[in-house]
């Protein structure tokens, strides 16, 4: 059984910067892949970042966003940048086994807005 658990969403305005995490409980190694999606209104759950063995970002990230691990303390974390409306969402964490070709485990979402 695996939890994540993110916090750190909130309201910032345009321009801004917000830094997400997310906490990995339960039956999870430092090895496994771990990472970020989010879900905006109206709008189907899209991939933002993950970091495995390599680390890969979603084409809109632009280089705003930068998603970095504390393996030791099973943490996973995602800095935004310079934050768009556009980015406002719902994000979850997600992880999943090494070998694994799905996205298994989703947190409970932290809902962040930026207003313009």
Same mark, same amino acid.
């Given at each position: 059984q695996v939890q994540l658990v993110e916090s750190g969403g909130g309201l910032v305005q345009?321009?801004?910067?917000l830094r997400l995490s997310c906490a990995a409980l339960g039956r999870i190694f430092s090895d496994y892949p771990m990472g970020w999606f989010r879900q905006a209104p109206g709008k189907e759950r899209e991939f933002v970042a993950e970091s495995g063995v390599s680390t890969t970002y979603a084409?809109?990230?632009k280089g705003r966003f930068s998603i970095s691990r504390?393996?030791?303390?099973?943490m996973v974390y995602l800095q935004m940048n310079?934050?768009?409306? #556009?980015?406002?969402?719902v994000y979850y964490c @997600?992880?999943?086994r090494p070998c694994s070709g799905v996205? #298994?485990?989703f947190g409970q979402g932290?809902? @962040?807005?930026?207003?313009s």
């Open positions: 345009a321009g801004g910067s084409d809109f990230v504390d393996r030791a303390k099973y310079n934050l768009e409306p #556009e980015d406002t969402a @997600e992880g999943r996205y #298994e485990w932290t809902q @962040e807005t930026v207003s």
